[in-house]
């Protein structure tokens, strides 16, 4: 419902719909004092009937609006020429075929605020797929960085594979006597294994490819054995 001139009555006061009760009151205030007929003196007669008319305006306005009960009685009568000025038309059943991400797009701004800034298609779109982009971006960064890795242990073991790994200074190494026992030796001489780990109880205790032998003093040990090696009895 507006007024005479077409405006609302908080168009009227020149305030915003959720003005409070003190800013309404400031409007009306100015207003009145602003065309009071006192303020009207030197004023043509068509001035002073203009400033009459948007005096009674301003009263009329302030009257309904400064009661409570009023005031929501006259908000609700805005409300649905507000709805029906705002809210677009859905679309149609044959957008979706057409263009599925353009189809939501104007569903959600059927149901948007209008002040709500707007969602294309292509925001839908990443909206709708982003989960699954990202999904396969982290797969292909996954793959991508175990080949490199799996590339750097094929570039570090691409030397002669029949020669041992470099020894430790401190590694001991065995030779198997005629006997059959086992003595141990300076890795820098000639043997047949190195010791890995020594004071091992069982072969259990042995990791995959090393050899669970015993030595001439009975202490058990874990071998790296060299080729030519020959189990003990």
């Known amino acids: 419902m507006s ?44 001035e002073r009937g203009l400033a009459e008319r948007r005096m009674q305006e301003v009263n009329a306005a302030w009257t309904v609006l400064s009661d409570p009960d009023r005031r929501r009685n006259y908000d609700r ?33 059927a149901e948007v605020d209008p002040d709500e800034p707007p969602m294309g298609a292509a925001s839908f779109w990443l909206l709708r797929r982003g989960p699954i982009v990202a999904a396969l971006f982290v797969a292909v960064i996954l793959f991508v960085g175990t080949a490199l890795a799996g590339g750097g242990r094929g570039a570090a073991g691409s030397g002669s594979d029949d020669s041992p790994p470099p020894l430790a200074p401190d590694s001991q190494c065995v030779t198997r006597q005629s006997d059959g026992s086992l003595r141990t030796v300076d890795c820098a001489e000639d043997h047949e294994a190195v010791i890995e780990f020594a004071g091992v109880s069982a072969p259990q205790a042995c990791r995959n490819g090393e050899v669970f032998e015993r030595l001439n003093t009975n202490e058990g040990v874990c071998l790296r054995t060299l080729d030519g090696w020959i189990p003990g009895p």
């Open 3 to 46: 007024g005479s001139s077409g405006r609302t009555h908080y168009q009227v006061l020149g305030v915003g719909a959720n003005a409070s009760a003190k800013q309404m009151r400031d409007a009306h205030r100015r207003l009145a004092r602003l065309l009071h007929p006192d303020r009207q003196a030197g004023a043509s007669p068509a």
């Open 77 to 109: 009568s805005l409300r649905p020429t507000d709805e029906r000025v705002s809210t677009p038309p859905g679309p149609s059943p044959q957008a979706e075929a057409d263009d599925p991400d353009e189809y939501w797009a104007s569903l959600r701004a």
